[in-house]
């Protein structure tokens, strides 16, 4: 009865060379990714009242969850999630540049697009151990720039991910070692901005109607 499927890559997995390898994406899609995706059916096969949620209703309401499997669904719903969202906001052939409202934004509430930079590298690279770096839309509509431990998202405290990073270490570890910040560093060449532009334009709209 299992629902949720890895999502094909939009892109060849060495388009990303030099700053993201090959084998580094064929693992982290092919691999690590269809794990969570595995291990997210399995634990819903257990609760088949479940199997008409969306993957966002899962992870951001998990109190709703049965306790029995919250953390499964925690942690495999919200790698499942974060992994989809992160293979989005990368793009082959260069980055681009934040854009329109997203542009003003950082502009306004994080003093620019350099200290955005180095408030999100500073969330990357401090993360300790594994986990992510965001740029987020709190409920409050406010830009905020964080990390999170293992798998869990901004959605599990209502925010909105705008962009993430995984600094987990199998993101880079086959090209990097333990070089994260080189890493880092690198992803800032591969961002889809335009992606991430667009969605901080949904969050706009919502708002506007409420
Ligand atoms: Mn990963």
């Not at 693992?27 to 257990?46: C, G, M, P, R, S």
């Not at 151990?129 to 709190?138: C, D, F, N, Q």
């Not at 830009?143 to 987990?168: C, E, I, R, Y």
């Amino acid at each position: 009865m299992s629902h949720f499927e890895l999502p094909a890559l939009e892109f060849a997995p060495d388009a990303l060379e030099p700053y993201i390898d090959k084998e580094t994406m064929m693992i982290h899609h092919d691999k690590h990714h269809q794990t969570y995706v595995t291990n997210l059916n399995a634990a819903l096969d257990k609760h088949p009242e479940l199997k008409d949620n969306s993957l966002t209703d899962l992870i951001a309401h998990l109190d709703k969850v049965p306790e029995d499997i919250r953390t499964a669904v925690r942690n495999n719903g919200g790698g499942h999630y974060n992994h989809c969202f992160f293979w989005k906001v990368l793009i082959p052939g260069g980055s681009n540049k934040p854009t329109g409202a997203l542009a003003e934004a950082i502009d306004k509430q994080l003093g620019g697009f350099e200290k955005f930079k180095e408030a999100f590298t500073n969330a990357a690279t401090g993360q300790f151990g594994s986990g992510w770096a965001w740029l987020m839309v709190t409920k409050q509509n406010v830009l905020k720039v964080t990390n999170t431990p293992n798998q869990d998202s901004p959605l599990m405290d209502g925010a909105t991910p705008l962009l993430g990073l995984d600094v987990w270490e199998h993101a880079y570890y086959l090209k990097y070692q333990n070089r994260r910040p080189e890493y880092v560093k690198n992803f800032f060449n591969v961002i889809n901005w335009d992606f991430v532009s667009d969605v901080y334009n949904k969050t706009l709209d919502t708002e506007a109607v409420h």
